[in-house]
């Protein structure tokens, strides 16, 4: 339980930081766009709401020894995020900073022994439920970059970003449309696929900007000498 434990603290931290900038934020600000595109910050506000709440009625279920879903299909949720964009700056405010703070009321909460009880997870079914905190972080953290408040890729935690530069190059590496290259940091690399004759190296965190949209590889560098590869959309 001892990761779960850390996990859960830098789950805090990253929250913070959010609802920091969220209460920061002038109401006029939210019907602004943010860096995804046809999103306003509503939008990205509304969808860290409603997914913080999914991830709550995930625990709740598990805590009762039920296996919840986490929304009922991809349509509704796209609903819900279209009609809460829609809402009063201070209700969209005041949504996005209490449904964190419910869901961490219910990660602390949560029995030591209901953490592996699976959930239906939106787009890939049944996972244990442990996944609602590192989950939760990546979309606070990424999104919270989306908001374009103030709030950069540079001011990733350390830890999120090795973590994240695992994941998205092995996920990268299960899809035929993402190629091949090695990615080069200082100290270690990872491969796409089998790495092919490409090398993209650069600092950790513009490397992660750059892999999931939201950097343009500025200061990374290619070898041999060319263009950045084309990369897919995260799925």
Known sequence: MSTLFADVAALRASVARFQESVSALPDAALSEPSLLP??????????VARSADSRRRLLEAARHGEVGRQYADEEHRAREIE??????PGQIRRDAVESLDRLLTVVTEQPADRWDTPGVWLGVGPRPVRRVVPSMRREVEYHHVDLAAEYGPDDWPADFVEAQL??????FGERADAGAFTVRL??????????GDLVV???PAPML????????????RTSPPGPLPALPPLS
């Open 201 to 203: 190296a650069g600092e």
């Open 186 to 195: 200082p100290g270690r690399d990872l491969r796409v696929g089998d790495g």
């Open 166 to 171: 695992d994941r998205v190059t092995a996920s």
């Open 38 to 47: 046809g999103w306003s910050r509503g939008h990205v506000l509304t969808h």
């Open 83 to 88: 009609e809460g964009a829609r809402r009063l």
């Open 209 to 220: 900007a750059w892999l999931t949209g939201r950097g343009d590889g500025s200061g990374l």
